[in-house]
């Protein structure tokens, strides 16, 4: 299972509310669709050991920084020295002395949310789900009605009027759809 903490809120993984991410449906052409996506920014802070820590801080890029997997460099802003916890032990950094730290969130994180993304709609999950609910077979067989001109239609006229294309249009798709539209 690919690790997806990094695309939710500190803390809450799974959340539906908590997410760091969008779907959204692309306008496409035809009878096929595609979805978009792209991160939100967090809102909340960096969940802390140290209780005696006063600053928090909200790392608000974190689902593309991580997703990524791009470098971060940690600077003292309003201190003039980094303090932090590292295996138990306090570190006590030199002072203006910044911390780089190369993939936040580790390697599992880098690129999960991509691969996911591209494997549950790229892949045979969403043609399948479609195929076996029996609407491609529906939406096929009203495509072929709808697409069989009338017989009035067929006949060579020389002059045509807006209004009468509209009428023979209209009634061309009343009768393949079963008269609802």
């Given amino acids: 299972m690919p690790s997806l903490h990094h695309v939710y809120e500190w803390n809450k993984t799974g959340n539906p509310t ?8 692309i306008d496409s052409e035809g009878l096929s669709f595609r979805v978009g996506r792209d991160f939100k920014l967090s809102k909340s802070t960096v969940p ?8 928090r801080y909200v790392f608000a890029n974190k689902a ?18 980094l303090v932090f916890e590292l295996d138990g032990a306090t570190v006590f950094m030199p002072k203006g002395t910044s911390v780089t730290v190369k993939r936040p969130g580790g390697k599992a994180a880098t690129n999960q949310f991509a691969l996911t993304y591209g494997r549950f709609f790229g892949g045979q999950p969403v043609n399948s789900s479609i195929k076996s609910s029996g609407f491609q077979r529906i939406f096929n067989a009203k495509i072929a009605r709808a697409l069989s001109v009338p017989t009035n239609i067929k006949k060579v006229q020389y002059s045509f009027s807006a209004g009468k294309i509209r009428v023979q249009a209209d009634a061309a798709l009343s009768s393949s759809f079963g008269g609802s539209l």
């Fill in 18 to 25: 908590a997410r760091l991410f969008n779907l959204y449906l």
């Fill in 64 to 81: 593309s920084v991580m997703e990524e997997g791009m470098p971060i460099v940690i600077r003292p802003r309003s201190a003039e020295r």
């Fill in 48 to 55: 802390s050991k140290n209780k005696k820590q006063k600053n």
